[in-house]
């Protein structure tokens, strides 16, 4: 008889978002004149730009001719992509990358999943609490994180590093050595940054006590401050001990046309392996690359048209974040979050817990957000609004909530 992967069972309950679309959708089947405005998943609402649109358009009709139609893709990716990438990404920010240290997939959620494939069981990780769920849920399938404790909502094997009010919403190093470190800033969900100087400590220590630093930058265009650091590699001696993980969702509205991409240093090493070799070996053997017109439209992200016109809609959700804080504040809110990236962090009124105040903006405002618990023990008490919405839902959701 065939054995499933037992550590599947560990899992609690459903994918955090699968959760609250389900709950949604039996509210609005319940309520079907009631107009529901979703604060909830960070899923972008601006079209494509016109700058892609025109790319996927052309590439398109490639696709339809024999000379310059297109199979496979090459298991890295297009070199017209990656070197783009290099040259805006990286050399504008003075790292030197060579091209096969960029890995083109189809989004930061599956690499941030997938790249514990090259990793062995026998790894303790780092999370920040609250966290982006996949880490977790991905490190429990590859039964990583120990067992389930009710009483504290959190996994026995797992070193959590609490992100809260008290810490300015950040992490502090751990008292535990860890193996794998998972760091997201700017922040999902708290939308909290930290310094090129703190960026450094963590390096730094990584380095100290060999630990891998999976570094998610997937709202790195969203950073408005100075003295923040948009890829990891700008701190010395990352390329010894950081991944960093990409996306094309938040920054060009790629959700639904997918499109990311890992960096991986030559450099990092772990007992004279290559990590780079390594994830080499597996994105070749399981991965058969993201499509030709998606890496087309990805490239034309990078054209000055491109640039001009996503940098307006990153404007566009910016705006979006700065009415939810002002409306927020003004009915009495504390709030966080919502100036380098596009999540407003706000602590639940009246000592409500996550879920409460969740059901409460549901059937008294009809509004969707996400629950901080949702994310991890330490965000319970606090609950996360996208900038995600358009203008004029953003705008009518923030009065809801000032009338509640
Ligand atoms: C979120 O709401 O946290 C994001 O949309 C999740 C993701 O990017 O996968």
Redesign the pocket.
């Known amino acids: 008889m065939y054995k499933i992967n037992e550590n599947y069972l560990k899992l609690q309950g459903s994918y955090?978002?699968s959760n609250i679309a389900k709950k949604v959708a039996a509210y609005k089947e319940a309520n079907p004149e009631r107009e529901v405005i979703s604060l909830?998943?960070?899923?972008v609402t601006q079209p494509l730009c016109p700058a892609v649109i025109e790319a996927l358009h052309k590439a398109v009709d490639e696709m339809a001719v024999a000379e310059t139609f297109r199979g496979y893709a090459p298991d890295l990716g297009y070199e017209f992509l990656r070197s783009a990438i290099r040259k805006n990404d990286y050399q504008a920010r003075g790292v030197e990358l060579d091209l096969d240290e960029i890995f083109i997939s189809d989004?930061?959620?599956s690499d941030s999943g997938n790249i514990g494939d090259i990793f062995g069981e026998n790894n303790r990780i780092a999370v920040c609490d609250p966290v982006?769920?996949?880490y977790v849920d991905t490190n429990v399938m590859a039964g990583r994180t120990g067992e389930f404790l009710k009483e504290s909502e959190s996994w026995s094997n797992v070193i959590y590093m609490p992100c809260t009010k008290e810490t300015n919403f950040a992490p502090e190093l751990p008292k535990e050595t860890p193996d794998i470190i998972y760091l997201c800033f700017p922040n999902?969900?708290t939308g909290s940054t930290i310094t090129k100087a703190q960026l450094q400590e963590w390096v730094d220590y990584a380095n100290k006590v060999g630990a891998v630093i999976i570094y998610d930058a997937?709202y790195e265009a969203y950073i408005s401050e100075d003295d923040v650091p948009h890829t990891i590699y700008e701190c010395d001696g990352a390329k010894t001990c950081a991944i960093e993980l990409r996306?094309f969702?938040?920054n060009a509205g790629f959700?639904g046309t997918r499109l990311g991409f890992t960096v991986i240093p030559k450099e990092l090493e772990a007992n004279g392996t290559k990590l780079n070799a390594l994830w080499a070996r597996r994105q070749g053997t399981k991965f058969n690359g993201a499509p030709y017109i998606i890496q087309r439209a990805g490239e034309a992200v990078y054209s000055e048209a491109g640039k001009a016109q996503t940098k307006e809609q990153v404007a566009y959700y910016m705006n979006n974040a700065k009415t939810i804080i002002e409306g927020l504040k003004a009915a009495g809110y504390s709030v966080s979050g919502g100036v380098n990236a596009p999540?407003v962090w706000l602590q639940t009124p009246n000592g409500m817990t996550s879920w409460e105040f969740f059901d409460h903006l549901l059937t008294n405002a009809n509004i969707v957000g996400?629950p901080g618990s949702g994310f991890g023990p330490s965000g319970e008490g606090y609950f996360?609004l996208?900038a995600?919405g358009t203008y004029e839902n953003t705008l009518k959701a923030i009065e809801r909530i000032k009338n509640l």
């Open positions: 955090l978002f909830g998943i960070g899923d989004g930061a959620k982006y769920p996949v999902n969900p997937a996306s969702s938040k959700t999540y996400t996360r996208t995600f």
